[in-house]
């Protein structure tokens, strides 16, 4: 079982920088694939990027593809979403997730487990 933990949000003006992070509890985490995925007030979860346990496979939604980089730790058990050139359609809670599986996902079913969500806000 996976416990996940996530930080760094905050309330920015567009066209800056935040770094969210994502600990992770549990003995098995490297062999999880992390998702970060948000949810905007009155819309759906939606998929913002995805790492695989080794940290080479990623994958990006195309709204943030060149904007946003994640990245891994496994001997500290992290996860990170570096987000820049940031744009106030990104204001919304941002949830990391984890999946028993080795390479990243992008569907949101497919994730076991779920912290409790960071609020990003970004102001025009």
């Known amino acids: 079982q996976v416990q996940l933990v996530e930080s760094g949000g905050g309330s920015v003006q567009a066209g800056g920088s935040l770094k969210l992070s994502c600990a992770a509890s549990?003995?098995?985490?490297?062999?999880?694939?992390i998702g970060w995925f948000r949810q905007a007030p009155g819309k759906e979860r939606e998929f913002v990027a995805a790492i695989g346990w080794s940290g080479v496979s990623t994958l990006y939604a195309d709204s943030v593809k060149g904007r946003f980089t994640i990245s891994r730790d496994n001997a500290e058990k992290m996860v990170y979403l570096q987000m820049s050139s940031l744009k106030p359609e990104d204001t919304a809670v941002y949830y990391c997730?984890?999946?028993?599986?080795?390479?990243?996902?992008?569907?949101?079913?497919?994730?076991?487990?779920w912290g409790q969500g960071t609020q990003v806000t970004i102001s025009s």
């Open positions: 997730a984890a999946d028993n599986d080795l390479l990243p996902k992008s569907r949101y079913s497919r994730y076991d487990y």
């Open positions: 549990g003995r098995t985490f490297s062999s999880y694939s």
